[in-house]
């Protein structure tokens, strides 16, 4: 087994580690109780996994304020648990239960949660990069400071709305952070196929949008790029890109086999760049915890994901009328 290269970094407390460590740890386990539940049959349509990329999205939550939005494509469990949505309601609306963030009518791809400044979970490609931009404009037009990140990958970087995007956003000066979520591969597509630019956030150029390219298997590399981002952002200077480049150990979805690479292409990922791991190790080699210490850890947030299915299975399905509700808005009549 190669050993993972881990160097000691000063500019961050023992307890952000521990923070960093098992908030990444609960999106994992998380995601990996939500792949058995799909297998149970508990979970319909599509379901896609975060397992692998769980350093992009904490990072960037260590990076945020209270205020700032996030908005994501349908691989967004993830996004939901860093921004502190509760596990119980995500896992509900995962099952289509009236316990879930959308009453159950949203399942996996589309829900939100306005307290907590997540946007959705959106399926069609690259759809939710607009609204992002949309998100940021009415930020500056309020002028209240606020920052968003939009989140798509390196597969929806291609589609055509993104750049008219960057153009307005631009044009607009938005304090509107675009993640590229890089994991390599297009749903089956690998990034050398499908994308004719080996570095996907050099795209901004041409609207005069700063970017750059970000080790997303490392937490701390992802909080400082995002830092950056941030301040730059909220400073005035209108946009920024952040290609964070990842790796995703499942498949697109579940229903996917992913024979479009290797088991042992995925396995030396795993060994050697692990993001959990990586921060595992900072923990005891700094001696900032010990083996008990994160075995601890672990056992609370197994506890965690396993109430959250707990909840899920015991509440109810929506009410067939619940299909009627969220459609129609009530609007007095004006007078003639």
């Given at each position: 087994?190669?050993?993972?290269?881990?160097?000691?970094?000063?500019?961050?407390?023992?307890?952000?580690?521990?923070?960093?460590?098992?908030?990444?740890?609960?999106?994992?386990?998380?995601?990996?109780?939500?792949?058995?539940?799909?297998?149970?049959?508990?979970?319909?349509?599509?379901?896609?996994?975060?397992?692998?990329?769980?350093?992009?999205?904490?990072?960037?939550?260590?990076?945020?304020?209270?205020?700032?939005?996030?908005?994501?494509?349908?691989?967004?469990?993830?996004?939901?648990?860093?921004?502190?949505?509760?596990?119980?309601?995500?896992?509900?609306?995962?099952?289509?239960?009236?316990?879930?963030?959308?009453?159950?009518?949203?399942?996996?791809?589309?829900?939100?949660?306005?307290?907590?400044?997540?946007?959705?979970?959106?399926?069609?490609?690259?759809?939710?990069?607009?609204?992002?931009?949309?998100?940021?404009?009415?930020?500056?037009?309020?002028?209240?400071?606020?920052?968003?990140?939009?989140?798509?990958?390196?597969?929806?970087?291609?589609?055509?709305?993104?750049?008219?995007?960057?153009?307005?956003?631009?044009?607009?000066?938005?304090?509107?952070?675009?993640?590229?979520?890089?994991?390599?591969?297009?749903?089956?597509?690998?990034?050398?196929?499908?994308?004719?630019?080996?570095?996907?956030?050099?795209?901004?150029?041409?609207?005069?949008?700063?970017?750059?390219?970000?080790?997303?298997?490392?937490?701390?590399?992802?909080?400082?790029?995002?830092?950056?981002?941030?301040?730059?952002?909220?400073?005035?200077?209108?946009?920024?890109?952040?290609?964070?480049?990842?790796?995703?150990?499942?498949?697109?979805?579940?229903?996917d086999p992913a024979k479009y690479r290797t088991r042992e292409e995925v396995q030396k990922i795993r060994e050697e760049k692990d993001a959990i791991e990586h921060v595992r190790d900072l923990l005891l080699q700094g001696k900032h915890a010990t083996e008990d210490d994160l075995k601890a850890i672990d056992k609370e947030i197994k506890q965690i994901?396993?109430?959250?299915?707990?909840?899920?299975?015991?509440?109810?399905?929506?009410?067939?009328?619940?299909?009627?509700?969220?459609?129609?808005?009530?609007?007095?009549?004006?007078?003639?």
């Amino acid at each position: 087994m190669a050993a993972r290269k881990t160097q000691a970094k000063p500019n961050v407390s023992a307890d952000e580690l521990k923070q960093y460590y098992r908030d990444m740890l609960l999106i994992r386990r998380f995601e990996e109780k939500a792949g058995q539940l799909y297998g149970m049959g508990l979970i319909g349509g599509f379901c896609h996994l975060y397992i692998g990329q769980e350093a992009v999205v904490v990072g960037l939550e260590a990076a945020a304020e209270e205020g700032d939005k996030r908005i994501t494509t349908y691989r967004d469990h993830g996004h939901m648990l860093a921004c502190g949505m509760d596990p119980k309601g995500v896992m509900a609306e995962l099952t289509g239960r009236e316990g879930g963030y959308s009453k159950g009518k949203g399942g996996s791809m589309h829900m939100f949660s306005r307290d907590k400044h997540f946007y959705g979970g959106h399926g069609i490609v690259g759809a939710n990069v607009p609204l992002g931009a949309g998100l940021a404009f009415a930020d500056k037009y309020l002028e209240n400071g606020r920052v968003t990140f939009t989140y798509f990958g390196d597969g929806a970087a291609n589609q055509g709305q993104v750049y008219e995007t960057f153009n307005m956003a631009a044009l607009w000066n938005l304090p509107v952070i675009f993640v590229i979520e890089n994991n390599q591969y297009a749903m089956g597509t690998s990034q050398k196929r499908s994308t004719s630019t080996p570095e996907i956030h050099t795209r901004g150029e041409a609207f005069g949008i700063p970017g750059e390219s970000v080790d997303g298997m490392d937490v701390l590399a992802v909080r400082d790029a995002g830092k950056k981002a941030v301040e730059h952002c909220r400073s005035g200077k209108g946009p920024y890109i952040l290609e964070i480049k990842t790796y995703r150990y499942r498949g697109h979805s579940m229903s996917d086999p992913a024979k479009y690479r290797t088991r042992e292409e995925v396995q030396k990922i795993r060994e050697e760049k692990d993001a959990i791991e990586h921060v595992r190790d900072l923990l005891l080699q700094g001696k900032h915890a010990t083996e008990d210490d994160l075995k601890a850890i672990d056992k609370e947030i197994k506890q965690i994901v396993n109430e959250s299915a707990d909840f899920a299975k015991e509440s109810p399905e929506p009410a067939l009328d619940e299909l009627w509700t969220d459609i129609y808005a009530d609007v007095a009549p004006q007078n003639a």
